[in-house]
């Protein structure tokens, strides 16, 4: 049975840190590609960041670009979202997903998801 589990959210001030984590299980994480997926409250799902099979290969929406880092360690089945710097419009819940092989942003593209993580930025 294929998993995501998404973990890491809550509350944080403006300004302050946060690592999102997603453990993946029921199929073989090195041969997908993963992504990062977040929805404000009544707002469409979006994008935020993705990481190929190869962990060099990330790609970044341009409002976390340069506080926002996607990483992967196949090893533990586990992909992460570092965020710093955040910023009350960061408020959201976060997905994430994963998809064969090939980075994209499009949430059509992505197979499995996760159930969500909330993280909540405010003062």
């Known amino acids: 049975q294929v998993r995501l589990v998404e973990s890491g959210g809550g509350l944080v001030q403006p300004g302050g840190s946060l690592r999102l984590s997603c453990v993946a299980s029921?199929?073989?994480?090195?041969?997908?590609?993963m992504g990062w997926f977040r929805q404000a409250p009544g707002k469409e799902r979006e994008f935020v960041a993705a990481?190929?099979?190869?962990?060099?290969?990330?790609d970044y929406e341009d409002s976390v670009k340069g506080r926002f880092t996607i990483s992967r360690d196949n090893a533990k089945n586990t992909v992460y979202l570092q965020m710093n710097s955040l910023k009350p419009e960061d408020t959201a819940v976060y997905y994430c997903?994963?998809?064969?092989?090939?980075?994209?942003?499009?949430?059509?593209?992505?197979?499995?998801w996760g159930q969500g993580t909330e993280v909540t930025v405010s003062s």
């Open positions: 997903a994963a998809r064969p092989r090939e980075i994209g942003r499009q949430q059509w593209q992505y197979n499995y």
């Open positions: 990481i190929g099979e190869i962990p060099r290969d990330t």
């Open positions: 029921g199929f073989t994480l090195e041969d997908y590609a």
